[in-house]
């Protein structure tokens, strides 16, 4: 044995195994990474949500109630100025939803009703009623005699709570004030809820909400809803127009980014370690046959397993001779022993005994046994 055999070799993964053995995980993840980056870059940007806007979808908007409206006959308006809702003119209701459109001082010459959502500063100017504090969201009873509120029940409001001064009348009491107050302004009424949740997508099917929000706007006559005005982007982020950033990129970038993916794949592959032929290994110790049948055998004779021994034996001589008979390698013991004695003219009994019989109680019968059996291999072959 020489020493370059015998040396020792570290068996400790270094760097370069760890990266062989992780490389196509790493691979793996860069493409998910990848391809996240290119559905961001690629797909359908995404809406803002704007809350209680008659044409919003989401569950912030107010599209719900707005359709409910139509169905009743009445028509709604969307407009996002004071002064687009003052050209309408005639007799209608006025949803303001954006407060910093109800104190502006345009909104003076509007006439009709109006509905005026989550006001927190200058309702005193109006009607005298001041904040008194802000009210958890949640299901409040009206408790009041306004037709409106009494028919729907209960609803879900909260926001601002307000005073209710004479000629002021109070619903869905939330401490010492009121989240709905409504009272007279010369051409119709002005009613002021505390919060508007109550008319979005997401709350409209719960408790009395629809209800009390089409009993407030749906009286009958054409509806004004005041919005908030569109901010477009600015800077380097839109266009002239309002377009977003993907809207101007050129048109081949998603086509530069798809080549870039199969760029990576195929460099993946064409670089990749593959399986090469099987590569014969010099052992560094050259062992017989006969020395390893000798030392199996001396292990049996110090254990004294004559029976496992006997078997070994009995096993390798019926695999042998079985394709020499022309049996299956499943043949049974009688197909093994008739074949064996037409074809060496052998007692049956006595092949049977060898092939198949009980171990042997000594050495002088294991020696016997394996005598025995290289004969009948010997006279096999020798047909």
């Known amino acids: 044995m020489t020493a370059e055999a015998t040396r020792s070799r570290p068996t400790t993964p270094t760097a370069k195994s760890r990266w062989r053995g992780g490389r196509w995980i790493a691979l793996l993840g860069l493409l998910v990474v990848l391809g996240g980056v290119v559905s961001v870059l690629l797909g359908p940007e995404q809406e803002t949500p704007r809350p209680l806007d008659p044409a919003d979808t989401s569950l912030q908007g107010s599209r719900a109630l707005a359709e409910l409206l139509r169905e009743r006959g009445v028509t709604v308006d969307r407009v996002d100025s004071a002064e687009a809702a003052a050209a309408l003119g005639g007799d209608r209701v006025l949803v303001v939803t954006d407060t910093l459109h109800a104190y502006s001082g345009d909104l003076d010459g509007i006439r009709g009703d109006r509905l005026i959502v989550g006001a927190p500063l200058g309702v005193e100017e109006m009607a005298g009623a001041n904040p008194v504090g802000a009210a958890r969201q949640r299901s409040r009873e009206p408790e009041c005699s306004l037709p409106a509120a009494t028919a729907a029940g209960s609803a879900h409001l909260g926001g601002i709570a307000y005073s209710a001064p004479r000629g002021t009348t109070g619903c869905y009491p939330a401490g010492d004030g009121w989240t709905l107050i409504s009272f007279p302004n010369g051409s119709g009424t002005t009613t002021v809820v505390g919060s508007g949740e109550f008319m979005s997508n ?71 370690r593959r399986l090469g032929p099987v590569v014969a290994e010099r052992l560094p110790v050259v062992v017989r046959a006969s020395e390893t049948v000798e030392g199996r055998g001396r292990l049996y004779r110090a254990r004294r397993a004559r029976g496992r021994a006997a078997d070994s034996l009995r096993a390798g001589t019926i695999d042998r001779l079985t394709p ?25 009994q006595q092949v ?5 019989g009980p171990p042997p109680t000594g050495d002088a019968e294991l020696v016997a046994l394996a005598g025995y059996l290289d004969s009948i291999e010997r006279k096999v072959r020798e047909l």
């Not at 980014?257 to 990576?264: E, F, G, K, N, P």
């Not at 049977?352 to 198949?356: D, E, K, P, R, V």
Request: glycine fraction near 14%; proline fraction near 9%; charge should be negative.
């Open 324 to 348: 020499r008979l022309g049996l299956a390698s499943g043949a049974g013991p009688h197909e093994v022993v008739a074949a064996l004695a037409v074809r060496t003219g052998l007692d049956p």
């Open 202 to 272: 997401q709350r409209l099917a719960e408790d009395g909400n629809a209800a009390l929000a089409l009993n407030l706007i749906g009286t009958g006559k054409p509806v004004t809803w005041l919005v908030r005005p569109e901010v477009r982007p600015s800077g380097d982020l839109a266009g002239p127009e309002g377009e977003s950033v993907y809207d101007l990129m050129p048109p081949g970038i998603p086509w530069a980014v798809l080549m870039a993916c199969l760029t990576v794949v195929l460099v993946a592959f064409w670089r990749g």
């Open 352 to 356: 049977g005994g060898a092939l198949y």
